[in-house]
């Protein structure tokens, strides 16, 4: 069993930056896989990035890519997504998520969530 707590979330004007950590308990933590998705008001939770275990390998969707960077500590059993270059549409609850499937891209796939982290990005 995995629990997985974001904080970092909040308020933002566009072209800033937050960073937000994903804290796992469980000693399994450091063997999953992980992945970040979002989801806006009225739209389907999207992925965002994810990262392998041994963080030798990361993906991001193209609307993030350049601007987002994940990563994570496993000694801390703790993940992270580095946000620059906010815009107005990045305003979502952004959730961490661990393992996936066989696909980093779909979110039924993973099998444990966190509660999620409010991300606002004003204009």
């Known amino acids: 069993q995995v629990q997985l707590v974001e904080s970092g979330g909040g308020l933002v004007q566009a072209g800033g930056s937050l960073r937000l950590s994903c804290a796992a308990s469980?000693?399994?933590?450091?063997?999953?896989?992980m992945g970040w998705f979002r989801q806006a008001p009225g739209e389907e939770r999207e992925f965002v990035a994810g990262?392998?275990?041994?963080?030798?390998?990361?993906y991001y969707a193209d609307s993030v890519k350049g601007r987002f960077t994940i990563s994570r500590d496993n000694a801390k059993n703790t993940g992270y997504l580095q946000m620059n270059s906010l815009k107005p549409e990045d305003t979502a609850v952004y959730y961490c998520a661990a393992p996936p499937g066989n696909n980093y891209f779909y979110a039924p796939g993973y099998e444990y969530w966190g509660q999620g982290t409010q991300v606002t990005v004003s204009s």
């Open positions: 990262i392998s275990w041994d963080s030798s390998t990361t």
């Open positions: 469980g000693h399994m933590f450091s063997s999953y896989n």
